[in-house]
């Protein structure tokens, strides 16, 4: 079964990820909110043009303050990609950024209105130069706007191939150290209660890490024999899409990295629309 997006709509979306993590002993438990507004503009042969708007970006629980204060200054400087029109081919991959110059544009009067509000803060000067510089280097944007929510969380290999063959995809670790190399099978099965819909399963099989690649990931961490070291990592996602449109109904995603018992966390994401 192939899935696709047949008509030009749009659909409003709130996005919960909750998350859990150990760093030695100390854990930490945040709720993130999104809420998006995705238009399909148009379908082409190869391709279609989506975009999409940011409502809200808010954090509405965490146990560190650090966290929240972090995260208030990240979604100041995403304002720029809070109104993003782009175009994938029919598998979700990212072709172009099509509203390339006003994101840009846009992008000088957040960093003016960030740098006023955090003037005192001058721990956040490196933060503004590495955002700064990829915005100004060639292909800086595009790769902001792939490593979005929206392609891991809604596109996420959905579409336009077939469900039944298995997907290789790198996912990125708990604490954005380096990625997993997972390969992802995918089921699809027509909902016997409303046959306009299709449950989509995903279930991950996380290839086997060597040492060197260990080493990469977690050697900042307090861990000494890397030999011994075999982290345990699991992901899985559940679908359900509406055929007649191609539009996701809702869905969920589950990722978990348990490295040893000081260091580990979970991530749950879940979508759904909202009118």
């Known amino acids: 079964m192939e899935h696709t997006f047949k008509s030009h709509a749009t659909r409003k979306y709130l996005v919960k990820i909750t998350s859990s993590m150990n760093l030695n002993g100390f854990t930490s ?9 995705l238009s399909l503009k148009e379908i082409g042969a190869q391709h279609y043009t989506f975009e999409l708007i940011t409502l809200d970006h808010a954090m509405v629980k965490a146990d560190n303050t650090g966290y929240i204060e972090i995260h208030k200054v990240v979604t100041q400087m995403q304002k720029a990609l809070n109104d993003i029109k782009f175009t994938v081919d029919k598998q979700g991959n990212l072709l172009r950024v099509d509203n390339l110059e006003q994101i840009k544009t846009r992008w000088e ?40 929510e929206f392609f891991d969380i809604y596109l996420n290999s959905l579409y336009g191939r077939d469900l039944f063959s298995r997907v ?64 345990v990592y699991t992901y899985n996602a559940n679908y359900n899409i509406d055929i007649v449109t191609g ?6 995603i589950s990722f978990t990295e348990t490295i040893n018992e000081k260091f580990g966390g979970e991530v749950h994401y879940k979508i759904q629309q909202y009118e």
């Open 168 to 231: 290789k995809k790198s996912i990125p670790n708990l604490f954005r150290s380096g990625v997993i190399p997972f390969v992802l099978k995918y089921d699809s099965n027509k909902n016997q209660e409303n046959g306009n819909v299709y449950n989509i399963q995903i279930e991950g099989y996380p290839n086997i890490l060597v040492e060197n690649h260990v080493k990469d990931l977690y050697g900042g961490f307090p861990i000494t024999d890397f030999k011994v070291l075999k982290p």
């Open 247 to 252: 539009f996701i109904q809702d869905g969920e």
């Open 109 to 148: 009067t957040v960093k003016s209105e960030v740098i006023e509000y955090n003037r005192s803060n001058t721990s956040l000067v490196e933060l503004f130069k590495i955002q700064d510089e990829a915005f100004e280097k060639k292909g800086g944007v595009e790769a902001m706007v792939r490593a979005t």
């Open 29 to 37: 438990d945040n709720e993130v909110e999104i809420r998006w507004m």
